[in-house]
């Protein structure tokens, strides 16, 4: 259960504003269905140019439903400057706080307000801005990147928790942590694929591994392993010493010799035993 | 305020007979059933008895029953019995729908080397079998099949596939944790090797689990270390909670002997019937033909299932969802996608699950409240147009 603080609670009980103005000055949508919330927010100012009415309509849980009420109630009699200044950061203040996953809940109503304000000013819809990086949650980098610099972000983790990027199949938790650097101003290095090895590195290195790793402690026990022939990735080999006569040894090959040689040569190795 | 509790597939409550049983083994009979004296082997006659209790609930002999600490370390010990017993063969096969116990194990065993297939559900949550079949091969170590689904409680055909996986010499698992005491269960007449099963999701306590292993099967312990379990799961014996899990067996096979599972069933049908009748772009998820009397899964469409639990939870009102925002991830329940439910509809499902507790009162309460909880949530929705609209996606 998440640990709500009481304000979060009253907005999600008690909701303040909600409903659709008909004839708003400003409205901006957020999130989908899909991806379990979505906010759409609406504003009117009076004659000073000040907001004189905000209300939301959200689909989501209860931190989205408290968020957008909170966001209604803090732009109230705000110009619109002074509505563009609100963070995500002082909606989730305004609420006492959110439980660090649900941040994301925050953004919305921050980007549902820059939406609404745009909208008034006749912006033209922007386009995705930047790259989509997370595909599931179609996040952008340029999204990725200011939440990162507005909350102090570090890890990944921080990234899913405010934006949701990376919240679903995960492959994009590399590139996110490439932007993080970025901001940081890091530089990180990209992984290098390691080169596939020629048929002669190949048996070169599991020969290597079998004398220098895997021997010597087959040897604690009295027992050895002798290297018949590689054939593609089958690694064929020979149990000597006690191990030829342990009737565990099947055992050893998989889950010692094995996970060894995948380790320290290429994954894709199968030992084999051949008995002679 | 006494909770509305329909979450009794989470969790029971522990039946006052069970305690009442269990509490001597604290301070009175505290001996190690290990020991040489009367005294400790008084409560080895009694773990004796509680596990004959336990065989004779699921059709097994007294033997053929390990006693583990839940549901988790009982699937897990079947598993890697059944791989370790046979290391040449690389190949696991499984479902879409299991829970994170056996889930999370087979995905982290494919990322040691192991080929795990996961057999896809279709919209109504059965299994295709045709698939199961067709991807069994000479190098299966073992197929891990869940009896009862625990979001949705539909019920696979276990008595038959397991004949039949059995038929091709493959070792074959099923977690049982949700089906064992809801429905009768004759291990005798099904190809099952091992079961898997849970106390506290049949009225004993939590901490207390079990494994069958058919007389046979090979196998070799998780727990290593002293006889206990003749030698198949070492550590001292959770005695009290092996006397509740045992007193727990006997009143569920009494329970299922009675007309009680289907109180239970009319219950549940009401509850559902009613919401379906009640609220509008409503659905339930899952086979209901085939299903575990206690469980309803039901999609609200165009809410969110966390605001659902919250609100019915400042009444009192105890359930579940498969909604992403409960469960700390992003996504709605694995089950509910293998299904293919539309967003629309899983984000806003809410698991029901009743017990043999449950009383017609309580399922008032919630009928009394929850079109309202959904009403005012779907005001609040974007989504959500009234009044013979079509809502927009």
Redesign the interface.
């Known amino acids: 259960m998440w640990e709500y603080s009481d304000k979060v609670k009253d907005h999600f009980l008690n909701p303040r504003n909600v409903g659709v103005i008909q004839d708003a000055d400003g409205v901006g949508e957020v999130g989908s269905i899909a991806c379990g919330d979505a906010l759409t927010f609406y504003f009117k100012l009076d004659e000073n140019g000040r907001i004189r009415e905000a209300t939301f309509q959200t689909f989501g849980c209860a931190s989205a439903i408290a968020s957008s009420s909170a966001l209604t109630e803090m732009v109230k009699g705000l110009t619109l400057e002074e509505a563009r200044k609100i963070t995500n950061d002082d909606i989730a203040h305004y609420l006492g706080g959110l439980p660090k996953e649900k941040m994301h809940c925050s953004v919305m109503g921050r980007e549902a307000l820059e939406k609404a304000i745009a909208c008034y000013r006749g912006e033209p819809e922007k386009k995705v801005e930047g790259q989509i990086v997370c595909e599931c949650f179609g996040v952008t980098d340029r999204d990725i990147e200011r939440v990162v610099r507005e909350n102090h972000l570090t890890t990944v983790e921080d990234v899913t928790d405010y934006t949701k990027a990376g919240g679903g199949c995960g492959k994009c938790h590399d590139r996110i942590q490439e932007i993080i650097a970025g901001v940081k101003g890091i530089q990180i290095l990209p992984k290098k694929k390691p080169e596939p090895l020629t048929n002669l590195q190949k048996i070169k290195r599991i020969e290597e591994t079998i004398e220098r790793e895997i021997n010597p402690n087959l040897q604690k026990d009295a027992g050895r392993l002798e290297l018949v022939d590689v054939d593609g990735n089958r690694v064929l080999v020979r149990l000597g010493g006690t191990c030829a006569a342990c009737t565990k040894s099947h055992i050893t090959l998989k889950h010692y010799v094995e996970a060894k040689l995948r380790e320290m040569v290429t994954p894709e190795l199968v030992v084999e035993e051949v008995h002679s | 305020m006494t909770p509305i509790y329909l979450d009794n597939n989470a969790t029971t409550m522990v039946a006052p007979e069970v305690l009442e049983a269990m509490l001597p083994y604290f301070s009175q009979f505290y001996g190690n059933p290990s020991s040489m004296h009367s005294f400790g082997g008084n409560v080895a006659r009694n773990i004796q008895r509680a596990r004959e209790q336990v065989a004779s609930l699921i059709g097994a002999s007294p033997d053929e029953i390990i006693f583990t600490s839940c549901g988790t370390e009982s699937d897990g010990t079947a598993i890697r019995a059944a791989i ?1 017993s046979d ?2 063969k690389r190949h696991i096969l499984t479902t879409r729908v299991e829970h994170p116990a056996v889930k999370n194990l087979c995905e982290s065993l494919a990322k040691k ?1 192991y080929r795990v297939t996961f057999v896809p559900v279709d919209a109504l949550g059965r299994l295709d079998e045709a698939y199961l079949y067709k991807s069994l091969s000479d190098d299966t170590a073992i197929v891990s099949i869940m009896w009862a689904n625990n979001e949705t409680g539909v019920i696979f055909p276990i008595q038959q596939i397991s004949q039949a996986v059995r038929d091709r010499g493959i070792v074959f698992h099923t977690d049982a944790v949700q089906a064992v005491g809801k429905i009768p269960i004759d291990l005798a007449r099904t190809g099952v090797d091992m079961l898997s099963l849970s106390g506290h999701k049949l009225h004993a306590p939590k901490g207390i689990g079990a494994l069958y292993v058919r007389k046979g099967t090979k196998f070799s312990p998780f727990m290593i270390g002293g006889h206990q379990e003749k030698g198949r799961r070492g550590g001292t014996e959770n005695t009290a909670a092996i006397i509740g899990l045992g007193r727990a067996c006997e009143l569920a096979a009494a329970h299922l002997g009675g007309n009680g599972y289907h109180r239970i069933r009319q219950l549940r049908d009401r509850l559902e019937t009613t919401l379906l009748s009640q609220v509008p772009k409503t659905r339930v998820n899952g086979d209901t033909d085939r299903r575990l009397p206690n469980t309803a899964s039901i999609a609200f469409e ?6 659902i639990l ?2 019915m939870n ?1 009444f009192g009102i105890c359930a579940s969802s498969g ?4 469960s ?5 329940s694995h089950v509910l996608r293998a299904m293919g439910v539309p ?2 509809a899983a ?1 806003g499902s809410i698991r029901f699950s009743l017990s043999r507790y449950t009383t017609e009162a309580e399922i008032d309460a919630v009928l009394d409240k929850l079109p309202d909880i959904i009403a005012r949530l779907r ?6 147009k009234p009044a013979g609209q079509v809502p927009v ?1």
Request: with cysteine.
């Open positions: 370790e290391p040449d080397g165009y809410v969110e299932g966390e605001a919250l609100m400042e909604s992403a925002c409960t700390g991830s992003l996504e709605p967003f629309t984000h005001e609040m929705s974007p989504f959500w996606q």
